[in-house]
């Protein structure tokens, strides 16, 4: 099977699969995307080439983007961790910022408590969020020591300077990133 009847062949099933996962049937799709019944049969199972306008059609019906529907699958199902041995941090990615408004969500481990020199506090548009899963966190505001522990979680404006790090051993958190935020915390 060549790339584009692959790709084709997985738009056709996510289409599918939306409609049945809405619980619609053929009559209730065709009607929200302007299509006739039998039409949106005939793309569903392949009878029919779809065109452009009709499959941005069905992707506003379906509430999905057309990038949804038509991106490939990627066949890195494990995340493999990225290392900052330099920082004391391992991040892995849980989503990509094309997920979730742009929100990042990374699993992050930190080893180092944090930087209190006002050059390594870093600030950048946005908000962070974090949730402590494992240890204790020292969370820097500005001139504010904020202890986040196992259980816990912290949000604050990244326009404050900033910085986090682990305190009396390694902890893991699930942060939330905006774009700014990830290319600071994860990529830098």
């Known amino acids: 099977m060549t790339q584009d009847a692959e790709v084709d062949a997985l738009v056709r099933a996510r289409i599918r699969g939306l409609r049945i ?7 209730e799709l ?25 499959l941005t059609a069905i992707a506003r019906a379906l509430g999905a983007s057309l990038d949804q529907l038509v991106e490939t699958e990627n066949d890195d199902v494990v995340i493999k961790p990225h290392h900052h041995p330099e920082r004391g941090i391992t991040t ?34 946005g908000r962070d969020w974090f949730t402590v899963l494992s240890g204790t966190v020292e969370l820097m505001l500005g001139d504010r020591l904020v202890i986040v522990e196992t259980g816990e979680a912290a949000s604050f404006s990244t326009m404050t300077p900033h910085s986090f790090g682990a305190r009396g051993g390694p902890a893991e958190v ?4 905006t774009p700014d935020g990830e290319r600071t915390h994860v990529h830098s």
Request: positive net charge; charged residues 25%; hydrophobic residues 35%.
């Open 21 to 27: 996962a809405k619980g619609w049937s053929l009559d």
């Open 92 to 125: 892995w990615t849980l989503s990509g910022d094309h997920e979730h408004a742009g929100l990042t969500v990374a699993r992050v481990r930190v080893t180092r408590p944090a930087s209190r020199r006002p050059e390594d506090l870093r600030v950048h548009p």
């Open 174 to 177: 699930i942060a939330v990133l």
């Open 30 to 54: 065709a009607a929200r995307c302007y299509l006739s019944p039998s039409t949106l049969s005939r793309i569903e199972t392949g009878h029919r080439r779809i065109g452009l306008d009709q």
